[in-house]
C-alpha cells in the first residue's frame, strides 16, 4: 500500500481537495486498497478548522464525496516515516516542511505539479478566490500522479 500525504499551508483548501479529489479517482479505478491517503498543513494557523466552506463547494460541485469532519492538522516529524510521498502543493510548503522534517534523503518531497511536467505552485485560491482553478490543477495533477504511480 503506498501511503501519500497531501500538504499545503492551513489544511483547509488545497491539500484538503487534493486528498478528497485524489481518493475519489482511486475510488472510480477500483484502487481503493492500494493507497492510503491523508492531507496535512506546514503552519499552526488553522490546526482544528474544518475544510473552508468554498473548498467544500467546489468539492461538491464536481461531486467529489469529502469527510465533514476532517479538521487541518500540522505535519510532524514522524509523518516522513509514517508516509512513502509527501506532496506539496507550492514551494513555500516544500520549504516549511523541510524545516520540520529535515532533509529528504529517501526522496519522498515532492511538488503537485511536477506530476503534470510543469514544476508551478497549485493556485492558492485563499488568495485568488478561485476555486474552480485550484480544482482543475489539483485534477490534472491528480490524473498524472496516479498515473506515475
Not at 460541485?61 to 508516509?83: C, E, L, M, S, W
Not at 524545516?99 to 506530476?115: E, T
Amino acid at each position: 500500500m503506498t501511503r501519500i500525504l497531501f500538504i499545503c499551508h492551513g489544511n483547509i483548501c488545497r491539500s484538503p481537495m487534493a486528498e478528497f479529489i485524489f481518493k475519489a479517482l482511486v475510488r472510480t479505478y477500483g484502487l481503493d486498497d492500494l493507497f492510503y491517503v491523508e492531507s496535512a498543513a506546514v503552519s499552526t494557523e488553522e490546526i482544528g478548522n474544518p475544510i473552508y466552506p468554498p473548498a467544500k463547494r467546489s468539492l461538491t460541485q464536481h461531486g467529489i464525496p469529502f469527510d465533514n469532519n476532517k479538521r487541518a492538522r500540522q505535519v510532524t516529524i514522524n509523518d516522513y516515516d509514517r508516509f512513502d510521498l509527501l506532496i506539496c502543493m507550492d514551494r513555500s510548503n516544500v520549504r516549511l516542511l523541510k524545516q520540520i522534517v529535515g532533509d529528504d534523503p529517501q526522496g519522498k518531497i515532492h511538488l503537485m505539479m511536477s506530476y503534470t511536467g510543469d514544476f508551478t505552485d497549485v493556485a492558492d485560491p485563499w488568495y485568488t478566490g478561485d476555486f474552480e482553478t485550484t480544482f482543475q490543477d489539483i485534477l490534472s495533477a491528480s490524473e498524472a500522479f496516479l498515473k506515475c504511480l
